[in-house]
């Protein structure tokens, strides 16, 4: 199963991805867990110690160390060869295998074209076989659509706050990735506080689109002051996302335990 996670910019995304993450390792098996956001935040929103994250080789050089090892013909292909790939370029936190795409780039150089096409090609072929489950954390908004880095994942999430140009930038991601040909799409409506907000959420999506309403947290809010430790363990959010996870594992024809 292969999943990527959008949406606009401060609407909780990454906190919704490690959450997705932390459930289904714990329920299903491996999650390779890519942090595709070139403001690369996902590594401490699952523990992943900064100094290890920061230290960690950026995906998108595996494809050198691949050719090197393997020749420049079709190399996309999970074999035993390949294994120590996978081990030199993720960090291991029990089922999880997190990856990050490529290092921050500097203002003015170039764009992320050559991540994203490696990127695009690794999800599809390289990492995944049927037991195994990919969450891309996606970077903001809706340029990386326009790369087509996501082409080829199962489902894509939509992570959605009551605000109109959240919804704006939701709907876009909708149809972009319906261009993109990705079979499914999900919206997840996050920081909700009243009854009110959800139904803004519901009034801009009709209800087959709408996988859960996350409610808003005050720690998790915290949190992004001044790290606490309390957040790793916010019940009510893996909760939410415990339900999430049966229907997105329905609806990929996963199975859900």
């Known amino acids: 199963m292969k999943l990527a996670i959008s949406g606009k910019g401060g609407v909780g995304k990454t906190t919704i991805a490690s959450a997705l993450i932390k459930v289904l390792a714990r329920n299903e098996g491996t999650v ?19 100094d290890d994250a920061f230290n960690l080789k950026p995906v998108v ?3 050198e160390a691949i050719r090197s090892k ?9 074999n035993p060869k390949l294994d120590d790939f ?22 003015g150089s170039e764009c992320y074209c050559r991540e994203n096409t490696f990127l695009n090609a690794l999800i599809t072929s390289l990492l ?3 037991k195994d489950t990919v969450i891309m954390d996606m970077g903001a908004g809706i340029e990386h659509l326009s790369r087509g880095t996501a082409r080829g994942v199962d489902m894509m999430l939509v992570v959605v706050e009551p605000g ?10 909708e149809r972009m990735a319906k261009d993109l040909g990705i079979p499914k799409i999900g919206v997840i409506a996050n920081k909700i506080r009243s009854e009110s907000e959800k139904q ?3 009034k801009n999506f009709p209800d087959d689109l709408i996988l859960g309403y996350i409610k808003f947290s005050e720690a998790i809010w915290a949190n992004a002051m001044e790290p606490s430790p309390a957040v790793e363990m916010d019940k009510e959010l893996l909760a939410e996302m415990e ?13 859900s335990n």
Do not use: W
């Not at 339900?243 to 199975?255: D, N, Q, S």
């Open 243 to 255: 339900k999430v996870c049966h229907i997105i594992l329905r609806e990929v024809g996963g199975k």
């Open 70 to 78: 393997t020749g420049t013909g079709a190399f996309y292909s999970l």
């Open 61 to 63: 050089e595996m494809r």
């Open 128 to 130: 995944l076989d049927q």
């Open 164 to 173: 109109r140009n959240s919804v704006n930038t939701a709907k876009q991601v």
């Open 200 to 202: 803004f959420i519901a």
């Open 86 to 107: 996978i081990d030199d370029y993720s960090y291991k936190l029990g089922n999880i295998r997190f990856f990050r795409m490529g290092d921050p780039k500097k203002g």
């Open 32 to 50: 390779y867990a890519i942090d595709a956001d070139p403001d690369a935040c996902l590594a401490a929103s699952i523990g992943v110690p900064d």
